[in-house]
């Protein structure tokens, strides 16, 4: 029987192809990315028929793009030197300071991830190698040796949008037999984003078990929603089956119209704090473009608001009750006096001028917020940070 199942073994993997044993035995047997003691980094890749071999990512120097929804920091990019055996190098020139970051290699033009990295992220459409560099904040990024919390795929009924939809859920290490109850922090993605969005890209459950470990934050759930409304789930995980991902977002009042229905659930499946003091709503980009929106349509629903690098006015085109009347409906969201109100952008977002404006609004009418600014522009490094810098001031 041994030697049959030898036999077996032997003429699977003579019959495989060679990805398949790949599979098996990993990658193309070169480390990359390798993280010096010094914090330089050098990544590798196997190709000894490549003319042209680049990494691309965002710990290089950034270059501007345009789009039809502004300039964008894209990443920069670097050459690699093809060495012995057809392996190609490059190593930064200086240590990187401590972040999570995102990389691909270009190949002849043609972009690959890296083979020898099984570690990805997809943002959209878009997947991107990432590794952490620690220390500082950074660590916030890293799992580490503390007690962790639960992270669920939950499904609810909206009634208002006539569907089913998913929502990722956190609840903190302990949730399950304490018996207490819990404020909830509703954390919201930009466009093109989904339900997986903040828990990938944005590391919310590792910066959340880490806060809560050193006693800087509150143990809290974090509801994560999909905020495409015209969608059930993230690409690939809807009736839909495995479709393409595409840039939607929605920014026409039904997000906001429907949020009540997020909130239900939630109050009625967890064992929350269910009023204002008990809650926080926050997002970035679009997502707090509805964070803005949702906290003045509900004045007495959120005691805590945070806008990252948020979108702050509709389309021009968009009709919706829910965003007429807005300074009206301002006024009665801070006669209700919210514990927080925290505003944070970057300093080259292409949004900069949008939240300058509501800033000046906010200063003209002498409504109380807290601003923090960075360097950067829209991206999740800048995110990651905001979502770090608020939780800490949450439920005190």
């Known amino acids: 029987m041994k030697n049959n199942l030898f036999t077996l073994v032997l003429a699977f993997l003579i019959a495989a192809p060679s990805f398949a044993q790949q599979a098996i035995w990993g990658g193309q047997g070169v480390v990359s990315p390798e993280i010096h ?10 190709a000894p028929k490549a003319v ?15 789009t039809p929804y502004g300039q964008f920091d894209a990443p920069g990019s670097a050459q690699l030197k093809k060495g012995k055996n057809g392996v190609w190098e490059y190593t930064t020139p200086e240590p990187l300071a401590p972040e999570l970051y995102s990389y691909s290699f270009v190949v002849d033009g043609l972009k690959v991830f890296d083979p020898n990295n099984v570690y990805l ?20 990024y890293e799992v580490n040796d503390v007690p962790h919390g639960t992270v669920a795929r939950v499904w609810y009924n909206s009634p208002t949008l006539n569907k089913n939809r998913r929502m990722t859920v956190y609840t ?21 984003g989904d339900e997986e ?17 050193r006693g800087e934050a509150e143990p809290m759930i974090v509801v ?7 969608k059930e789930a993230a690409p690939g995980e809807s009736s839909e089956g495995l479709i393409k991902p595409a840039s939607l977002g929605s920014m026409d009042g039904s997000m906001e119209t429907s949020f009540p229905d997020v909130i239900k659930f939630i109050d009625n499946n967890y064992r929350t704090i269910k009023k204002k003091s008990g809650r926080a709503i926050a997002g970035l980009s679009m997502g707090g473009f509805h964070s803005l929106h949702i906290s003045k349509q509900y004045p007495d629903m959120f005691d805590y608001v945070g806008l990252f690098s948020a979108a702050i006015v509709p389309g021009k085109d968009v009709k ?5 009347n807005s300074d009206a409906k301002l006024k009665t969201q801070f006669a209700k006096n919210p514990k927080l109100y925290w505003i944070a952008i970057g300093k080259t977002d292409f949004l900069y001028k949008g939240n300058e404006d509501f800033r ?13 600014e960075t360097d950067g522009g829209h991206i999740w490094k800048n995110w990651r940070i905001y979502l770090s810098e608020f939780v800490p001031m949450l439920f005190k």
Do not use: C
């Not at 828990?199 to 809560?212: E, K, P, S, W």
């Not at 994560?224 to 015209?230: E, F, P, V």
């Open 320 to 324: 919706s009750p829910i965003y007429e």
């Open 121 to 140: 992220n997809r943002d959209v459409s878009s997947l991107t190698n990432i590794f952490i560099i620690g220390g500082d904040r950074a660590s916030l």
């Open 224 to 230: 994560m929603t999909n905020g495409n409304t015209m």
């Open 52 to 66: 042209k071999v680049e990494v691309t990512g965002d710990f290089l120097p950034t270059a501007k793009i345009e």
């Open 172 to 192: 903190p290490a302990g949730y399950e037999n304490s018996g207490k109850r819990y404020p909830v922090l509703y954390l919201l993605h930009g466009m093109g």
């Open 360 to 372: 000046k609004k906010l200063d003209e009418n002498g409504y109380k917020y807290t601003y923090y």
């Open 197 to 213: 969005a903040w828990i990938a890209l944005g590391r919310t459950a590792q910066i959340l078990d880490n806060l809560i470990a």
């Open 37 to 46: 003691d010094d914090n330089t980094v050098t990544f590798r890749f196997h």
